[in-house]
């Protein structure tokens, strides 16, 4: 009887972890478009990601832990910052600006796409199955056609052609840091990693904001605050404590579905709350990356010839599942 109420509950969590996952990062889309319209988009970036830290920092202190790291750890810690938490979400902003929650979270779901190539190209990582080869080749078919009908029914082409520039830009980044990720280690705790990951990454965003005079140009307002909290402590925090739960409790190709789920929240949420329409030529693009990265995620691979490495299930590799990497494209929301 014990054992049945500990597998319903642990079933309970499960489901509720996937349900935050997916509506959380889907919803961080939104929330980002809207943030962006009033705030710089390194200054929401910075800011989103120092709260988060330091409530991370705060609840490592609270356990009783030390907060200080070697320096091979900053080192490592800071490099996986600058190009998760800077590269990839300051670029997100600016995208998210530019085009609506719905099509900046579908470029966002090819980061997949991206850490396939990458772990094909990289030494010692694993050769793409043919249908790993297929998916990734429609998936960019399917941004193209996305990208060409973005342009087509755009007021300005040069900004819209900018903003998918970013998005894809951001993609490459967080893919970049995830695949890095899973190729260090660090003596210091994860979550503590983590928090530093964050601190860092958010101030460095800070800083630009300032140079750029993003402060000067943004607009704190009750609903732009509401946006950058809601970036924070949901899209941040609780998406990734759900992730992280979910890493350690279901098989990464089932999690890895949030990659092509958070898009459907993103839209939907974008034609409920923000009014976005999207075109009949965009949800054939739309779908073709959808399906694309599914081929992907459910692909074997093979190991290299001559490589050590071991054989991997599936060609679309952990996206975060290590002690560094943190979160998906809002980023992820890495994460939006």
Request: aromatic share 8%; hydrophobic share 50%; proline share 3%.
């Amino acid at each position: 009887m014990m054992v049945q109420d500990t597998e319903r509950r642990n079933t309970g969590h499960i489901v509720l972890a996937f349900a935050c996952v997916y509506f959380l990062w889907g919803s961080a889309f939104v929330a980002n478009r809207y943030g962006v319209q009033l705030v710089h988009p390194a200054v929401l970036a910075g800011l989103r990601y120092v709260i988060a830290g330091s409530c991370l920092l705060a609840f490592v202190i609270m356990r009783g832990q030390p907060i200080r790291i070697g320096r091979k750890d900053f080192l490592r810690v800071a490099g996986l910052g600058l190009i998760m938490f800077t590269c990839n979400t300051v670029l997100l902003g600016y995208g998210g600006r530019e085009l609506n929650a719905g099509t900046t979270a579908l470029v966002i779901a090819t980061i997949p796409l991206f850490i396939a190539l990458l772990q094909w190209t990289i030494p010692g990582g694993n050769k793409m199955s043919g249908l790993g080869w297929l998916g990734t080749v429609t998936g960019f078919l399917g941004l193209a056609l996305l990208s060409r009908s973005g342009l087509h029914t755009s007021v300005s082409k040069a900004h819209t052609a900018l903003g998918f520039a970013a998005l894809l830009a951001a993609a490459l980044a967080w893919a970049v840091g995830s695949v890095l990720a899973q190729r260090v280690t660090f003596k210091a705790a994860s979550l503590l990693c983590i928090s530093w990951q964050m601190l860092i990454g958010g101030s460095v965003n800070l800083i630009i904001g300032a140079t750029l005079g993003g402060f000067h140009t943004s607009h704190f307002t009750v609903r732009s605050v509401a946006s950058i909290a809601y970036l924070a402590i949901f899209g941040t925090l609780a998406g990734y404590t759900s992730y992280a739960y979910l890493l350690r409790n279901v098989k990464l190709t089932t999690l890895a579905t949030y990659a092509y789920v958070n898009p459907v929240v993103a839209i939907v949420l974008g034609w409920l709350v923000l009014g976005e329409a999207i075109a009949a030529d965009e949800w054939a693009g739309l779908l073709v990356v959808l399906l694309s990265v599914a081929i992907v995620v459910s692909a074997k691979s093979k190991p290299r010839i001559g490589s050590d490495s071991p054989t991997v299930e599936n060609s679309s590799p952990d996206l975060t599942a290590t002690q560094s990497s943190a979160l998906s494209p809002l980023s992820s929301s890495g994460n939006a």
